[in-house]
């Protein structure tokens, strides 16, 4: 699986972006997909994950009521909307593939990573 995210930018404090990440092959929906992101300085951290089917997401409490995440296994994409941006929420955002999916708010649980997009927030 080849995970391609984009959407990323530039926003100001209080806007905000919607994230994308296309995925090639055939079986995306064995996957359960998930967003981390790391700021400068700082570890990689969990952001949002959802199941296979869609039926369960999962948040960081940091993000909970900001962000949504859904998918849509048609177009083998998933997104990330991110609402009511701030500052702390800047970082490099990374989608993340996870064939087990037994527990998606777990780094290393995942097999297949994208390349990163870049989420700029400004006060």
């Known amino acids: 699986v080849q995970l391609q995210a984009s959407g990323g930018g530039l926003v100001q404090a209080g806007g905000s972006l919607r994230l994308s990440c296309a995925a090639s092959?055939?079986?995306?929906?064995?996957?359960?997909m998930g967003w981390f992101r790391q700021a400068p300085g700082k570890e990689r951290e969990f952001v949002a994950a959802?199941?296979?089917?869609?039926?369960?997401?999962y948040y960081a409490d940091s993000v909970k009521g900001r962000f949504t995440v859904s998918r849509d296994n048609a177009k083998n994409t998933v997104y990330l909307q991110m609402n009511s941006l701030n500052p702390d929420d800047t970082g490099v955002y990374y989608c993340?593939?996870?064939?087990?999916?037994?527990?998606?708010?777990?780094?290393?649980?995942?097999?297949?990573w994208g390349q990163g997009t870049q989420v700029t927030v400004s006060s």
């Open positions: 092959g055939r079986t995306f929906s064995r996957y359960g």
């Open positions: 959802i199941s296979r089917t869609g039926s369960s997401q």
């Open positions: 993340a593939a996870d064939f087990v999916g037994a527990r998606l708010w777990v780094e290393n649980e995942y097999d297949y």
